[in-house]
């Protein structure tokens, strides 16, 4: 379901107050109110709702070449860091099911002035955290500690399904 889609089926609800403190709590203290995720869960219809966060964004510009005695801007390096978290809510239980942290870092050497896209580090991002969910992985780094997890995860799983 699309955003348009769950914000229109909030809103005929008459629950926009609710959903307000939904994302307030989750601003404050990384965990959603179970009785207010039941509601909108409700509302919408949906079993499932994944929520992301932006944790970190960083975007820089380096020069690292300029025309002697101009202004011109030869060679310029860009680069951007973006942290994002994402996690999977039961809306019945109230109870996060899954969730995954992603940092991705771009990185371009330009002779031109257009600006570096962000949507480029939160593409490598999101899709590093969805490709995680896909697979039943927590973590796209991976320790010893991140595959004992995973085979916990993954042994659970296995018997509920």
Do not use: C
């Amino acid at each position: 379901m699309d955003e348009q889609q769950t914000i229109a089926l909030i809103n005929r609800h008459g629950l926009t107050e609710e959903y307000t403190r939904l994302r307030q709590g989750i601003d404050q203290s990384h965990i959603l109110n179970r009785e207010l995720l039941q509601k909108i869960g409700k509302s919408i219809e949906a079993r499932y709702v994944l929520q992301p966060r932006l944790a970190y964004i960083s975007q820089t510009m380096t020069d690292r070449l300029d025309a002697p005695v101009t202004p011109f801007v030869i060679l310029q390096t860009r680069s951007a860091v973006m942290r994002l978290s994402l996690q999977l809510w039961d809306t019945i239980s109230g109870e996060p099911v899954w969730s995954s942290a992603a940092e991705s870092v771009v990185v371009d050497e330009t002779a031109s002035l257009e600006p570096m896209f962000i949507k480029d580090a939160a593409r490598a991002a999101f899709g590093g955290m969805l490709a995680d969910l896909l697979t039943k992985k927590t973590s796209s780094e991976y320790s010893r500690l991140n595959h004992f997890l995973d085979s916990l995860i993954q042994e659970k799983n296995k018997r509920d399904e």
